[in-house]
């Protein structure tokens, strides 16, 4: 079999696969999210952080709710690890410094899951279970949390109430991540993937020297990283190492875990909104997405530019031969393009076109289908922009699901979509400008210039992963790639809550004959224009000056 038609083939059967879960596990969900009724593990959680899971909650309240806790995550993830060196199970390993337990605590809290280390050389049991897996689930459910809020503001009216946030996130980690992940660890041992709490072993004399491997709870975490779209990994060399993803099957079933809550979640919405044609158009919008950067991918890596390349079927430089072209190009457009930041090959040693592709699909605002929550929330701010173009069009009050969006809602919608950027852009030209940053570069040129642009955009979207080519454990990114995760996660955050809590507070304006129907083909052909339209111009000047020089040179 050809190595192009085997990458077409798994494609073919994750799309299949994920049509199959699609209806059930998005209807599960939203039923998730409007139970009256709260089981018994839930009800102790409640009772020991004193939350009144009925309580209903205003936007600013469900805000401070959200920064509260992500505050109190942040905290106890950094003293875990300066204190990680007086801990058991440490592996002998010593406290990470404050600069990059800062960065790392940040990362896992917001999301983001950005490793500017080396997993296997610094961090010990402890930390890695109590610490980092613990945020995977719950820095998940919070995007989910923040999602569903949304859902909320258009379903509900004249109320600005968004439901409780403790509720909320207790339910997405009890009833959803945690027995979906459980699965899935189970299916990754039982593919060979590692799960123990074992020491350091030296397993085998190489070039003069010893190579030592130290085991871990990895499978678990493995689950929970792709399912949450997390994306840190137990070992640097991330899911290109075969203690976490040992086969090409548990490579599919890693991208099937990072796509199927936020394709899913759009069925949630759908059914929680009372229409699930408006759900199918967002799913419509986002499937477009995905095949269309998974077909260019494939392209530009399988493109033979040479013997060496025809030899190999492809460029194979930096891809595992586990999974070859097809699995890896599948497998970095959908961390890329959701805010997994996972990877199974290095981005750094895509062609130039290839890597532009990475770094494009972050830029869109990782929303095809995006990170769990996130993902749905930054399309539906989308589909207000889309809806407002619209309008402007024709010349009618734009309308969004019953509710109109007014100079109130598109300030919050326009502030949404450029705060991402200007932390990109910003902190990339200082990175360039100042004397010191540009020394981590490992390539000078359009390359090195990638490798910095990657850094923000993957830090700013939340998306965690690297070109691997930038010594990212300086003073200087350790700080500015935390800032930028933090001001990317929670910045979007308060906009996204105070337009749900506008919008149920409105009372539905009544469908006529001048509605833009907003679940037809029609708009989500409008909708995937705007996207592509609104990041065009923000990033072209700077895609420019790095992948796509580099591609075309």
Same mark, same amino acid.
């Given at each position: ?22 209806? =059930? ?11 009256? /009724? ?14 009144? =899971? ?5 936007? *600013? ?69 109590? +610490? ?66 074992? +020491? ?41 190492? *075969?203690?976490?993803? =040992? ?39 986002? &499937? ?20 060496? $390349? ?23 457009? &959908? ?40 993902? $749905? ?12 173009? &619209? ?6 009050? *734009? ?37 010191? *940053? ?81 679940? /037809? =083909? ?9 996207? $592509? ?14 992948? $796509? ?5």
């Amino acid at each position: 079999m050809s190595p192009v038609l085997a990458g077409f083939l798994q494609l073919l059967a994750l799309i299949g696969v994920l049509a199959l879960v699609y209806i =059930p596990f998005g209807g599960y969900m939203a039923r998730v999210y409007t139970s009256p /009724k709260h089981l018994r593990a839930e009800k102790w959680i409640y009772k020991g952080i004193g939350a009144n =899971p009925d309580a209903e909650m205003t936007w *600013p309240a469900y805000l401070r709710g959200v920064l509260a806790f992500s505050a109190v995550s942040v905290l106890f993830l950094y003293l875990l690890q300066r204190f990680q060196g007086m801990l058991p199970g440490s592996l002998g390993f010593s406290s990470v410094s404050p600069a990059q337990s800062f960065d790392t605590a940040v990362s896992f809290v917001t999301n983001t899951n950005w490793q500017s280390y080396y997993g296997e050389q610094t961090m010990g049991h402890v930390v890695q279970t109590a +610490g980092l897996a613990v945020q995977n689930f719950v820095s998940a459910a919070v995007g989910m949390a923040v999602a569903v809020a949304l859902v909320r503001g258009f379903a509900r009216s004249r109320t600005g109430e968004l439901g409780n946030f403790w509720a909320d996130l207790v339910r997405g980690t009890v009833r959803i991540l945690l027995p979906v992940a459980a699965v899935a660890a189970v299916l990754l041992v039982a593919a060979g993937a590692i799960q123990n709490f074992s +020491g350091i072993h030296e397993v085998g004399q190489f070039m003069g020297g010893s190579q030592q491997w130290n085991g871990g709870a990895v499978a678990s975490q493995e689950a929970i990283k792709e399912l949450g779209t997390n994306g840190g990994g137990y070992f640097n060399a991330n899911s290109s190492h *075969p203690f976490e993803n =040992p086969t090409a099957l548990t490579n599919l079933l890693e991208i099937f875990l990072i796509l199927v809550i936020p394709f899913c979640l759009t069925r949630t919405f759908g059914v929680m909104v009372g229409s699930v044609k408006q759900g199918y158009a967002i799913l419509a919008t986002m &499937a477009t997405i995905w095949v269309g950067f998974t077909l260019l991918m494939m392209a530009a890596e399988f493109s033979h530019h040479g013997p060496a $390349l025809q030899a190999a079927g492809g460029a194979m430089e930096g891809k595992e031969t586990r999974f070859g072209v097809g699995g890896s190009a599948i497998f970095s457009v &959908a961390t890329t393009l959701t805010s997994t930041g996972a990877v199974d090959s290095f981005h750094s040693s895509f062609t130039g076109l290839g890597g532009g592709i990475t770094m494009l699909g972050m830029m869109l605002g990782e929303i095809a289908p995006g990170g769990v929550g996130s993902g $749905l929330y930054g399309m539906l701010i989308m589909a207000v922009i889309a809806v407002f173009i &619209a309008g402007l069009m024709v010349g009618r009050t *734009p309308e969004y699901l019953g509710k109109k969006i007014g100079g109130r809602e598109m300030k919050l919608a326009a502030c949404y979509i450029l705060v991402t950027p200007t932390l990109v852009l910003v902190f990339t030209a200082a990175s360039m400008a100042l004397p010191t *940053p540009p020394h981590s570069m490992l390539n000078p040129g359009a390359h090195g210039f990638s490798e910095v642009l990657y850094a923000f955009t993957s830090a700013s979207n939340n998306n965690g992963s690297a070109f691997a080519g930038l010594n990212a454990n300086t003073d200087w990114f350790n700080t500015m790639t935390g800032l930028a995760m933090l001001f990317g996660r929670f910045l979007p955050m308060v906009f996204v809550l105070a337009l749900a809590g506008s919008l149920a507070g409105q009372r539905p304006v009544p469908a006529t004959t001048g509605t833009l129907r907003t679940d /037809k =083909p029609l708009f989500t052909g409008l909708l995937v224009g705007a996207i $592509l339209i609104v990041t065009g111009l923000t990033y072209f000047p700077a895609l420019a000056l790095g992948p $796509l020089a580099e591609g075309l040179a």
